[in-house]
């Protein structure tokens, strides 16, 4: 099974006086259009998912909405997991995709959530990636364990997308 990692674009600042409380901060349009451009770099790859899910915080939903439009995965069903917010425990991750039973899927969350989900993937006591915002990391799970193939930062990614005239 593959399991895509993608963490969520760029969203409003935190710290910035209006923004909304931290579950209902949203992709500002920068974020979606990296975000999408992102995406169609893995289009571009050849990147074809099952399923698509994400935590439940608004802008890893218009994360995983974005890769659902791009990607069109197989499955219109939509995860939700809780154990993708930040600091959810990456056990639970794991277990909930392989209870998915699919072939592929895509999930979109959060750091530091997304690199403790590799580490705990492959077995290591810490996380050894940091994905940056609309970067992806594609894990290959087996029984027992996984290995990770391979990580694109989101700027590659674009370029990919970019060179291949998709958006």
């Known amino acids: 099974m ?3 990692l993608l963490r969520h674009g760029i969203a409003h600042d935190r710290l910035d ?3 909304p409380p931290d579950f209902e901060r949203a992709l500002t349009e920068k974020g979606r259009r ?14 074809a998912v099952d399923v698509v899910g994400s935590s439940p915080l608004v802008r890893a939903v218009q994360t995983a909405e974005i890769a659902r439009q791009v990607l069109e995965p197989t499955d219109a069903t939509r995860l939700e997991l809780d154990a993708l917010e930040p600091f959810g425990d990456p056990r639970e991750v794991l277990a909930d995709v ?4 699919r072939d592929a899927v895509l999930l979109a969350g959060h750091a530091p959530s997304l690199d403790r989900v590799v580490a705990a ?6 996380p050894l990636t940091h994905l940056k915002k609309a970067g992806v990391a594609c894990l290959e799970l087996e029984p027992g364990g996984g290995r990770l193939v391979w990580l694109h930062e989101p700027r590659a990614l ?8 998709i958006d």
């Open 121 to 126: 993937a492959v077995g290591a006591p810490r």
């Open 98 to 101: 392989a209870e998915a039973g």
């Open 17 to 19: 006086p209006a923004c």
């Open 34 to 47: 990296r975000t999408r451009a992102a995406v169609a770099g893995l289009r571009a790859l050849g990147v």
């Open 158 to 165: 674009r370029r990919i997308a970019s060179a291949a005239s």
């Open 2 to 4: 593959l399991l895509i």
